[in-house]
C-alpha cells in the first residue's frame, strides 16, 4: 500500500518537527493532498494510526484537506486555478499550461504541546503547554 510508506514518511517529519520544538505530544496534524498526487484520503486516514501507533504522533488527529490545482498558462502567463480533468487557463482558456500545484502532499499544519519553559511567566498563565504551529512541504 503506497499509503503506508507515505504516512511513514510524514510521520518521520512530523517526529523530527516535533523534537525540533521540544513537544510532548502532537495535537492535530492538518494535510493538504493534491488532487492530481494519486493519494486516496481515505486510505492516508486508515494507514495513519498503523504508523503512528506508540510514537509521539499517536494520539494525534490526522486532518485531510484537498489542494487546489493552479496552473500558469505559458500563451498569456496568468496564473489561475484548474479542475483535475480540465488544465485550461482561466484566462484565455488555452491548454498550453504547466502545473503549478496540485500533485503535492503538503504538511500544512500541526498542533504540538509544549512544555512551557520560560519559569518567569509561569505565574500568569494556568496553562503548563503551548501550541505552536510549524509548516513543511513534501513533494511526492
Ligand atoms: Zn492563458
Known sequence: MHELSICQSLL?????????????AVGRVLLQVGPLSGLEPALLQSAWPLVAAGTI??????????????????????ESTATANRLLCGACGGYHT??????????????????DADS????????TESTREASETTHV
Open 57 to 78: 504522533a499517536e494520539t494525534a488527529e490526522l486532518v485531510i484537506e484537498a489542494a487546489a490545482i493552479r496552473v500558469r498558462c505559458l500563451d498569456c502567463d496568468a
Open 12 to 24: 518521520n517529519q512530523v517526529e523530527g518537527i516535533a523534537r525540533q520544538y521540544g513537544a510532548r
Open 120 to 127: 518567569a511567566q509561569a505565574k500568569d498563565v494556568s496553562a
Open 98 to 115: 504547466r502545473l503549478l500545484s496540485g500533485d503535492e502532499l503538503l504538511l500544512a499544519r500541526l498542533e504540538l504541546s509544549i512544555p
